[in-house]
RNA sequence: GCGUCGGUGGCGGAGUGGUCAAUCGCAAUUGACUGUAAAUCAAUCGCCCUUCGGGCUACGUAGGUUCGAAUCCUACCCGACGCA
């Protein structure tokens, strides 16, 4: 792997750089599409490679449980799996231990709403009648299969072997991504496991890392203390980690501080992934902060449930004012869904008929229309989620390539400022940080 | 013409004397979604008043019985089926 970074942000810790590896080359910062079980829902990989992304993300715990991992390397492993011949990540399985365990049936999620985190609970209340999928032992996680209810134990060299067998190119350690809910004598506490969790995975990676071809990043977590996060960076990054990824469950305003307090310390030559991000805003705040790569569902997630991204906002499309919409979902937007259809695809079409009529096109020209989608989503028709998330990714991906693109331009505070005043609808009065 | 069964909110369909503005499903309206338990979930869904709450009009139509009717009775209208 080859880390270089092309250019960096005046007086902050932004940068653009290229992660060169045996499959391929991560323009960064870099969107990376989430395909848990491999696949990314709704799209072919062609498609995800054709909207541009580079690299995907799987997942450690979805994939052991289902087909399980044995079965990925018969198969040749991920890459020949799910017919995709670049870069590939696994997630190690510790979002898991969260999202299954202290999140489980709660209204916690990756980012949580409370703006002030002290109406969260202060004191780690006795919940531990809530049922809960996840279970944290002394040694690793027990987890009860949300497929068939089995029980399975993961340990931090399970989790490594198992990523091995999936044959990512890039793997993460097993870490405990905590709730903000927790209190701080937990965070700890977690952290500590965390810590002790990295060096039994860098060792076991060691083991089975023979040909070296595979890296490994460590996770930084630590909540929302600036010492636990400092104290947890500063561990990490004295690891022979190939990379880091930041992990945490966070409040928005959290979020930010968490990355610099961070990225600050970690050393400016590996690659750094801020685990799970991916809101517009929230991806200028990481490259901002010095962040080289972003996976997030929501682009895919959201585009299944009728939300779509546009440069004045986000729409659900699914609403009344779009069922007459004949616009595209955006204007000037180069996605598969928005763009017209070349002449030849008609021409191909109608080369059978005697008169075929060419399509009349509407202004703006878009292959589907706002209207076509709002009605695919009435209709639960399964080319909804296609043609949406084909959009959504496409936004996210290409919005972070305009970032890198004006990083390298140095216009980066410019563009920021220019897309998020669109994007909020802002006045010019309030103030973007 | 006779007989039988049935007519409930946008639709389907519960309810068969009080706890019914009426279970539920669909449709509709809106919202949520950030290392995917997610093609999911939540809220609203007769009209009016300021929310709590209160008021009004409603279960084919018109009467009636009853303290009280979507529920019982009578007539009529409409529909399905059967017999002429």
């Known amino acids: 792997m080859i880390f270089t970074i092309e250019k960096k942000l005046e007086g902050g810790l932004g940068r653009a750089g290229i992660l060169k590896i045996s499959r391929g080359v991560i323009h960064t910062p870099a969107f990376i599409p989430v395909a848990t079980k491999a696949s990314v829902k709704a799209l072919t990989l062609e498609e995800v490679q054709s909207l541009g992304a580079e690299v995907v993300l799987a997942n450690t715990y979805h994939l052991y449980l289902q087909p399980g991992d044995e079965l990925v390397r018969e198969a040749g492993g991920l890459h020949q799996f799910m017919n995709w011949p670049g870069p590939i990540i696994t997630d190690s399985g510790g979002f898991q231990v969260f999202s299954l365990g202290a999140a489980y049936g709660k209204d916690v999620s990756k980012i949580t709403k409370i703006s002030d985190p002290s109406l969260l609970i202060p004191e780690r209340f006795d919940d531990s009648d809530a049922p809960r999928l996840a279970k944290i032992g002394a040694d690793g996680v027990s987890f009860k299969s949300h497929i068939d209810g089995s029980v399975h134990y993961i340990t931090p060299e399970k989790s490594i072997q198992i990523q091995h067998n999936l044959g990512a190119d890039i793997i993460f350690a097993f870490d405990e991504c905590t709730s903000p809910s927790e209190d701080l004598r937990y965070q700890e506490e977690a952290l500590e496991r965390t810590h002790a969790w990295a060096k039994r995975s860098l060792e076991e990676h060691k083991k089975l890392n023979k040909e070296n071809k ?50 600050e310390i970690l050393p400016e030559e590996k690659p750094r992934h801020l685990l799970g991000i991916g809101e517009p805003e929230d991806i200028f705040m990481g490259v901002e902060n010095g962040v080289d790569l972003f996976d997030c569902v929501a682009p895919t997630r959201n585009a299944r449930n009728g939300t779509l991204y546009t440069k004045e906002g986000k729409i659900n499309i699914k609403n009344t004012e779009f069922r007459e919409d004949f616009s595209p979902i955006e204007k000037n937007c180069g996605c598969y869904v928005c763009s017209p259809s070349p002449d030849t695809f008609a021409q191909s079409l109608g080369s059978s008929l005697r008169s075929a009529t060419p399509l009349q096109k509407h202004a703006g020209s878009a292959r589907y229309t706002r209207a076509y989608l709002c009605h695919l989503f009435r209709g639960r028709e399964m080319l909804a989620a296609t043609l949406a998330s084909i959009h959504n990714l496409y936004f996210i991906v290409n919005l972070v390539k305009k970032i890198r693109q004006s990083i390298l331009d140095d216009k980066f505070f410019d563009f920021k400022k220019e897309f998020l005043y669109t994007y909020f609808h802002l006045d010019g009065q309030e103030k973007i940080k």
């Open 214 to 263: 595979v890296m490994l990043f460590g996770i930084v977590q630590g909540g929302r203390e600036e010492l636990l996060r400092k104290k947890s960076a500063d561990f990490i990054k004295s690891l022979d980690f190939d990379g880091f990824g930041i992990g945490g469950s966070f409040t928005k305003e959290d979020m930010s501080s968490a990355v610099k307090w961070v990225n």
